[in-house]
């Protein structure tokens, strides 16, 4: 970059960082800045609600405040904990996990992060090599894109079928992958679609995972935040078939989007993870 009196400076910021920039959020209050706020004949309408804790109404439990005071008031831990997380909670989100699995997670298949964003920035990297490809739904999430070209991995959209209740297109899902497709994201419930996944279809899923070669990543970000006729089933329910990268957090189920607290859980009972160095990988990405 060259200065006004004829020097040149020899750094200037990564413009390629801009096609790795977008966020929901960004989106979100790019749009809000745009509105003319002195136009008084023309009223506000929301149409979706970006953080649930807008509504007064929507408010966690008054037990979760005291705990997190009591927890501070402690002294008990201003320390530096491990990058991975401190066991206690990590013992605890195993156990909550695993009540709706058949088999138990111990605390070590769990990685503490902050919130389900940093999830996605330590996961992807650790698939990522050389010429690898990752299978993202489409309609998706921005963030999986966004953290993809970064770390320089190829992205490939398979379709959700509105007409079946925004299933997976299992077909083109499987004329779309080659021997360098890593992964596949399956977002349940759905954001932005909100459909919540059967247990049948995500059985599916797995089989074709399984016979594809690739794991699931899955992000159930919005667990138990189900309505209509379908329960939330999460994906580890079947990763005796396929194994399975569960990303978790706290902000939508308990109302706390601001304490930036998610997981990252490795549903892997036949250590498939392990053995391909993955689950080293996703303790060492901590930083």
């Known amino acids: 970059m060259e200065k006004e009196n004829g020097e040149k400076w020899k750094f200037q910021g990564n413009k390629g960082l801009n096609t790795t920039s977008v966020s ?19 009223t506000l309408i929301r149409l979706c609600r970006v953080d649930p804790t807008d509504n007064p109404l929507f408010r966690t439990t008054p037990v979760a405040h005291e705990a997190v005071a ?54 992807l990297p650790v698939l990522a090599r050389p ?15 966004s953290r993809a070209a970064c770390c320089q991995l190829e992205v490939r959209y398979f379709d959700l079928l509105p007409q079946k209740g925004w299933e ?19 977002i349940n419930p759905s954001n932005p679609c909100g459909n919540v996944f059967t247990y049948q279809h995500l059985e599916k899923v797995a089989e074709t995972a399984k016979k594809l070669g690739i794991c699931v990543i899955s992000d159930e970000v919005y667990a138990h935040v189900a309505f209509g006729n379908n ?6 329910v079947f990763s005796s078939i396929v194994p399975v990268i569960t990303i978790g957090s706290l902000s939508k189920r308990w109302l706390v989007p601001g304490w930036r607290t998610g997981w990252i859980a490795t549903c892997d009972p036949n250590k498939i993870f392990q053995k391909t160095g993955v689950s080293d990988l996703l303790a060492k990405m901590h930083f």
């Open 131 to 145: 010429g690898a490809n990752i299978l993202l739904p489409r309609p998706g999430y921005p963030q999986y894109d």
């Open 70 to 123: 009591a927890a501070a008031q402690s002294f008990n831990f201003n320390c530096y904990p491990p990058t991975v997380g401190l066991p206690d909670a990590k013992r605890a989100i195993a156990n909550y996990l695993s009540s709706d699995l058949p088999y138990q997670l111990s605390p070590e298949d769990v990685f503490l992060t902050v919130g389900g964003t940093q999830a996605i920035d330590i996961i």
């Open 168 to 186: 997976v297109d299992l077909d083109s899902l499987e004329a779309m992958t080659d021997d360098n497709t890593v992964a596949m994201v399956l």
């Open 24 to 42: 929901v959020r960004g989106v979100y209050n790019m749009l809000m800045d745009s509105i003319n706020n002195n136009d008084n004949n023309k």
């Open 231 to 236: 329960p939330f089933v999460p994906m580890g």
